[in-house]
């Protein structure tokens, strides 16, 4: 029986109901700033429960035992949601909107915008505990900082990069900074646009 006995108890239902409400939020507030502003602020919104192997693993690699415990007190990310949003300032409002919320409150939060990681990551991290008293993690950023995080993902992944590693890192940095550049030109653009209108 205890290899097939969830990781996450009984507690599923928990995380679900967790999970749904934020989407729910976050479709509410894509919802008045659409109406408002004419364009949905959210490309895309994914959200999902890490899975049983993955949760197992980080708890391995984290040195902690695989119980329910430390699925749902100690590691703070079997939720998941990630929010991809058009622009930097959306970025933020969606920030604020989830700070907000009534069966929300924000454990911790990490601007790796403001305070870009050296390797050129940039994202809003989020640690969120909700009504149900299940944690969620929530991330947020821009398509480019998403396009860029996937790429450095999928090369940190690949096994035959060691030769040319330091030009790879020096090359998915420069990049990052671009794309970067490139966000804070296209928010300039929008707020011209906006004030026009």
């Given at each position: 029986m205890g290899g097939t006995e969830s990781i996450y108890g009984d507690h599923l239902p928990q995380l679900e109901e967790a999970m749904r409400y934020l989407t729910d939020e976050i479709s509410v507030l894509r919802g008045q700033i659409k109406e408002k502003e004419g364009m949905d602020p959210v490309e895309h919104c994914l959200s999902r429960i890490k899975s049983e192997e993955s949760m197992r693993e980080k708890c391995r690699r984290k040195g902690l035992p695989e119980t329910t415990e430390s699925a749902l007190e100690i590691i703070h990310d079997a939720v998941g949601v990630r929010v991809v949003c058009a622009f930097i300032n959306d970025v933020f409002a969606v920030r604020d909107y989830?700070?907000?919320?009534?069966?929300?409150?924000?454990?911790?939060?990490?601007?790796?915008?403001?305070?870009?990681?050296?390797?050129?990551?940039?994202?809003?991290?989020?640690?969120?505990?909700?009504?149900?008293g299940v944690f969620a993690e929530v991330q947020l950023r821009t398509i480019s900082m998403d396009t860029w995080a996937a790429l450095e993902h999928h090369m940190k992944y690949k096994k035959k990069v060691d030769g040319n590693n330091d030009l790879i890192v020096a090359e998915l940095k420069r990049c990052a900074d671009e794309l970067a550049s490139t966000d804070i030109s296209m928010q300039t653009i929008k707020d011209m646009i906006m004030t026009t209108e």
């Open positions: 989830i700070a907000q919320l009534p069966q929300v409150e924000v454990i911790q939060e990490k601007d790796y915008i403001r305070h870009v990681k050296p390797n050129g990551y940039r994202s809003y991290h989020m640690i969120l505990k909700v009504q149900q």
